[in-house]
Antibody, heavy 122, light 108 residues
Framework: EVQLVESGGGLVQPGRSLRLSCVGS????????MLWVRQAPGKGLEWVSG????????GFADSVKGRFTISRDNAKNSLYLQMNSLRTEDTALYYC???????????????WGQGTLVTVSS | EIVLTQSPGTLSLSPGERVTLSCRAS???????LAWYQQKPGQAPRLLIY???SRATGIPDRFSGSGSGTDFTLTISRPEPEDFAVYYC?????????FGQGTKVEIK
């Protein structure tokens, strides 16, 4: 069974940094693109970032470009999101998701974790 | 950035009443790279459709997707009580891979 478990969320002040992690199991991690999607309280889904199977291709939403970095460690079946210069509008539940393919053509979300909550507030 | 506009915002209907949800893109993108998701309160979203019309594993055949260019549709032929939820479309043909704002399907 595919499982995705996020961690690293919490309360952080504006301007500070936070690093989210996601561990995948039940599938061959390095065969798939991986993604981050967020959902602000009571709002819709927002695609945040995606990374291809070998980290050769990455993409970001305009709202986080230049502040967030995505990476993966296939040896550890792990995905990361480094979030810098956080803003109050970054407050959301952050989901890790398994892509449908190995590169950007597979940047749709086949399986989702349960999310980790990030709250940016002073 | 491609903007996806879903309509209507909310749909009220009775179980068994066929429903059609619309997703319109502000510009065309790489062909067939459109997905649909279902989200129930307190749960993570679930993939329903990818590649415009391919059902994800385990998704019943009452769900179907269609469309091309900038206009796409999700149809639920005979909604069951468990189908009342929020539905999102997403394009993954052009970065950033945006979502629509969602359509809430509720019981009349």
């Amino acid at each position: 069974e595919v499982q995705l478990v996020e961690s690293g969320g919490g309360l952080v002040q504006p301007g500070r940094s936070l690093r989210l992690s996601c561990v995948g199991s039940g599938f061959t991690f390095d065969d798939y693109a991986m993604l981050w999607v967020r959902q602000a309280p009571g709002k819709g889904l927002e695609w945040v970032s995606g990374i291809s199977w070998n980290s050769g291709s990455v993409g970001f939403a305009d709202s986080v470009k230049g502040r967030f970095t995505i990476s993966r460690d296939n040896a550890k079946n792990s995905l990361y999101l480094q979030m810098n210069s956080l803003r109050t509008e970054d407050t959301a539940l952050y989901y890790c998701a398994k892509g449908g393919g190995y590169d950007s053509s597979g940047y749709y979300m086949v399986r989702w974790g349960q999310g980790t909550l990030v709250t940016v507030s002073s | 950035e491609i903007v996806l506009t879903q309509s209507p915002g909310t749909l009220s209907l009775s179980p068994g009443e066929r429903v059609t949800l619309s997703c319109r893109a502000s510009q065309s993108f790489s062909s067939s790279y459109l997905a649909w998701y279902q989200q129930k309160p307190g749960q993570a979203p679930r993939l329903l459709i990818y590649g415009v019309s391919s059902r994800a594993t385990g998704i019943p055949d009452r769900f179907s997707g269609s469309g091309s260019g900038t206009d796409f549709t999700l149809t639920i032929s005979r909604p069951e009580p468990e189908d009342f939820a929020v539905y999102y479309c997403q394009q993954y043909g052009s970065s950033p891979h945006t979502f629509g704002q969602g359509t809430k399907v509720e019981i009349k």
